[in-house]
Protein backbone atom coordinates (compact mmCIF):
# COMPACT_ATOMS: atom_id res chain seq x y z
CA UNK A 1 0.00 0.00 0.00
CA UNK A 2 1.87 3.50 -1.15
CA UNK A 3 1.02 6.07 1.49
CA UNK A 4 -0.86 9.10 -0.71
CA UNK A 5 -0.96 12.69 -0.07
CA UNK A 6 -4.28 12.59 1.81
CA UNK A 7 -2.73 10.32 4.69
CA UNK A 8 0.37 12.45 4.51
CA UNK A 9 -1.60 15.62 6.28
CA UNK A 10 -2.27 13.48 8.92
CA UNK A 11 1.25 11.74 8.92
CA UNK A 12 2.62 15.68 8.83
CA UNK A 13 0.57 16.72 11.63
CA UNK A 14 2.09 17.31 15.69
CA UNK A 15 -0.30 15.04 18.03
CA UNK A 16 0.27 14.17 21.68
CA UNK A 17 3.75 13.40 23.00
CA UNK A 18 4.74 9.70 23.60
CA UNK A 19 0.77 8.60 23.11
CA UNK A 20 -0.86 6.46 20.65
CA UNK A 21 -3.73 8.07 18.21
CA UNK A 22 -6.29 6.68 16.31
CA UNK A 23 -8.20 7.46 14.24
CA UNK A 24 -10.33 6.45 10.65
CA UNK A 25 -9.02 6.96 7.15
CA UNK A 26 -11.66 6.39 4.36
CA UNK A 27 -12.34 2.65 5.21
CA UNK A 28 -9.41 1.75 7.02
CA UNK A 29 -8.48 2.57 11.16
CA UNK A 30 -5.03 3.50 11.52
CA UNK A 31 -2.81 3.81 15.03
CA UNK A 32 -0.03 6.25 15.51
CA UNK A 33 2.74 6.07 17.88
CA UNK A 34 4.23 9.38 18.40
CA UNK A 35 7.78 10.27 19.68
CA UNK A 36 8.90 12.82 22.28
CA UNK A 37 7.70 15.57 20.26
CA UNK A 38 4.43 14.79 19.06
CA UNK A 39 5.81 13.20 15.71
CA UNK A 40 4.41 10.05 14.26
CA UNK A 41 7.09 7.46 14.00
CA UNK A 42 5.16 4.29 13.63
CA UNK A 43 1.62 3.77 11.72
CA UNK A 44 -0.47 0.93 11.60
CA UNK A 45 -3.21 0.89 9.07
CA UNK A 46 -5.73 -1.89 7.87
CA UNK A 47 -8.87 -3.17 9.54
CA UNK A 48 -9.11 -3.45 13.79
CA UNK A 49 -10.49 -6.31 14.69
CA UNK A 50 -12.93 -6.48 18.54
CA UNK A 51 -9.86 -5.78 20.33
CA UNK A 52 -8.93 -2.98 18.83
CA UNK A 53 -5.68 -4.56 16.99
CA UNK A 54 -4.91 -3.67 13.55
CA UNK A 55 -4.35 -6.25 10.93
CA UNK A 56 -2.80 -4.79 8.18
CA UNK A 57 0.09 -2.80 6.89
CA UNK A 58 3.00 -1.49 9.34
CA UNK A 59 5.28 1.79 8.80
CA UNK A 60 8.07 3.11 9.96
CA UNK A 61 9.78 6.86 10.02
CA UNK A 62 12.90 7.63 9.91
CA UNK A 63 13.51 11.49 11.20
CA UNK A 64 16.51 12.90 11.01
CA UNK A 65 16.93 16.77 12.67
CA UNK A 66 20.06 18.62 13.07
CA UNK A 67 21.86 20.11 16.27
CA UNK A 68 19.00 23.66 15.47
CA UNK A 69 16.01 21.56 14.76
CA UNK A 70 15.53 21.70 10.93
CA UNK A 71 14.74 18.20 9.91
CA UNK A 72 16.68 16.83 6.73
CA UNK A 73 15.32 13.30 6.54
CA UNK A 74 12.29 12.30 6.53
CA UNK A 75 10.84 8.75 4.93
CA UNK A 76 8.48 6.43 5.56
CA UNK A 77 9.44 2.55 5.25
CA UNK A 78 7.01 -0.14 4.82
CA UNK A 79 7.92 -2.99 7.39
CA UNK A 80 5.81 -5.73 6.23
CA UNK A 81 2.17 -7.12 6.96
CA UNK A 82 1.15 -7.12 10.79
Same mark, same amino acid.
Given at each position: ???? /? ?28 ? /? ?5 ? #? ?30 ? /??? /????? #?
Amino acid at each position: MKIG /DKLMKHLNKTYEPSSLVTFKFNRYDVALKT /DEDGNPI #VMYIGKANERGIIKGDQYTRKLLKEESGAVFK /DHW /DHKGK #V
